[in-house]
């Protein structure tokens, strides 16, 4: 009998606690909907982790080659100073389809889309039977991020002088979420859209949709992986941690280059109850929300194959570190086309690609078309010179605007498999480069820049992430490892020079005329 009772206890127990989650994560914020309408910090939600973090001078409108911090001595500023960033753009933008958007189309298609949003939203909430005093939501011409979409141009998705971008980077720091939801990759896993659509369906590294106040969306990565640690050498690149810093760095890396081709990316500090859980209208999302045994507020991806607590992410109790970047225009306004890499690895165990056994497989990438006529090729070995100093070795699409045709710049998207291993060079990154061969000229230009004691790379980068409001970024190895990295860049065409000589090597314009021989560098 006492045997007996213990048992009904501990059932007591544990349906007590079960009831306890389901009040927490689901009743209770309908309840708190119901009698008042949700509230929103007027600020950061980490206002007291910034305040630690080291002293940054207030927001300003400031073109994005020149962001905020640094003083006289400043090497940032100095590098954007210097006249490689400041020469005029070829081509000049001097026709309507230069530019991505026709701007009264886009603000017709933004507006139908609130108005959209607005009606879901009421209908929503009368079916909850929901009151709130909030104001219908409106579009502002002047909000940052529809003037991030409407100066994406042929050069690149923002321009140098453009003020935008830091306004851009403030916004998604600062501003209240209004809804959260999955990626279309986790929807199209759980066969809520067509996977057709989807670039690269995964599902298994978390990811989520945030918009903000200004109905501006976000892409949300949480971190996954402390700072100081290093990717195991004996993981597959496949398999590998998404890392929010990643996305971060590779932003003011890939603005260091002057190549534009990475979303605005943010780091902020998220309240996932009140920022993620009180705004979402998905139930699944809802239903992934656990209380950890350490009292911390944890959440995880629900795909057929992945639905395990250990590996969720969890905030301290609430507060949890991730990256932002902004989305680019609507598919249905700017269509781009996903392209699988020439380069593309083998994600198997075993498995080898072409490229990897045959050291004249570009003779064959330079005969298939897109690369046998246009700039496709230079902005491949572009990419493959960013990805290789980054470490990242998951670049198996890229994508273009379809707008922009051939010779369309490449959008450097999903940038988290970088910067796992600082310890580590994985030179076949740079395939494209020591295979073909060819660079251009701009692209050299910055990279011997940098190499430049004045404005060395290492110490550029770490001047331009303490922007952030989760610095520091990366460590002190990690950055080492750029100047590392640029050397054997660096080495590789001056081999490929000796080899083949500057005038075969070295393209000038954007879509790879070879330059005048000027003898040996």
Not at 370 to 393: K, Q, W
Request: a positive charge.
């Amino acid at each position: 009998m006492p045997g007996l009772r213990r048992d009904r206890l501990r059932t007591l127990l544990l349906l007590g606690v079960l009831l306890a989650a389901d009040l927490y994560f689901h009743l209770g914020p309908r309840v708190r909907r119901r009698l008042r309408p949700l509230e929103r910090p007027p600020g950061c939600p980490c206002a007291h982790r910034a305040a630690t973090s080291a002293p940054r001078p207030a927001a300003r409108h400031v073109p994005p080659a020149e962001p905020d911090g640094g003083g006289p001595g400043s090497k940032l500023r100095a590098l954007f100073a210097h006249p490689l960033y400041n020469e005029p753009e070829k081509p000049p933008l001097l026709r309507p389809e230069d530019s991505l958007l026709a701007g009264p189309e886009a603000l017709r298609y933004y507006r139908r889309k609130v108005a959209r949003w607005n009606r879901r939203h009421r209908i929503y909430r009368e079916q909850l039977n929901l009151t709130s005093l909030d104001p219908p939501l409106q579009l502002h011409l002047e909000t940052s991020w529809i003037q991030f979409h409407l100066g994406i141009s042929r050069h690149g998705l923002y321009s140098r002088s453009s003020p935008v971008v830091s306004k851009l980077l403030h916004d998604m720091r600062h501003l209240p979420t209004i809804s959260a939801d999955y990626s279309q990759d986790e929807k199209a896993l759980l066969g809520a859209c067509d996977c057709t659509q989807i670039v690269k369906p995964s599902g298994v590294h978390l990811k989520l949709v945030l918009r903000f106040s200004d109905f501006g969306k976000a892409m949300f990565k949480p971190m996954r992986q402390l700072r100081d640690e290093e990717t195991p050498e004996d993981f597959f690149y496949f398999i590998d941690f998404q890392r929010h810093n990643a996305e971060i760095a590779a932003f003011h890396l890939d603005r260091i280059l002057d190549f534009r081709r990475v979303p605005p990316t943010v780091g902020r500090l998220v309240n996932v109850t009140k920022e993620i859980l009180e705004v979402t209208k998905n139930e699944i999302l809802q239903s992934v929300f656990f209380i950890s045994p350490a009292s911390n507020v944890c959440f995880f991806a629900k795909c057929p194959y992945l639905c395990k607590t250990e590996y969720a992410v969890c905030g301290n109790p609430h507060l949890l570190e991730g990256s932002l970047s902004a989305f680019l225009p609507s598919l249905n306004l700017a269509p781009r086309l996903s392209v699988p890499s020439p380069w593309i690895r083998s994600y198997s165990l075993a498995g080898k690609e072409e490229w990897e056994v045959n050291p004249l497989y570009c003779d064959t990438v330079k005969q298939v078309y897109p690369h046998s006529s246009s700039g496709r090729l230079l902005n491949i070995i572009d990419m493959a010179i960013f990805d290789f100093l980054t470490g990242n070795m998951d670049r198996h699409h890229y994508e273009t605007f379809t707008k922009f045709g051939d010779d369309g710049f490449l959008i450097h998207l999903d940038n988290a498999r970088g910067f796992g291993r600082h310890s580590h060079d994985e030179v076949s990154i740079l395939s494209p480069l020591s295979q073909c061969c060819r660079i251009k000229r701009k692209t050299l230009s910055h990279l011997q820049l940098l190499a430049q004691a004045d404005y060395r790379l290492s110490d550029v980068m770490r001047e331009s992430l303490l922007e952030d409001q989760l610095t520091p970024v990366l460590t002190e190895p990690h950055l080492l490892a750029l100047d590392r990295r640029l050397q054997t860049v660096l080495r590789t065409v001056r081999g490929c020079i000796e080899a083949h000589g500057e005038h075969s090597v070295v393209a000038n314009g954007p879509t790879g005329q070879s330059a005048p021989d000027s003898g040996p560098s």
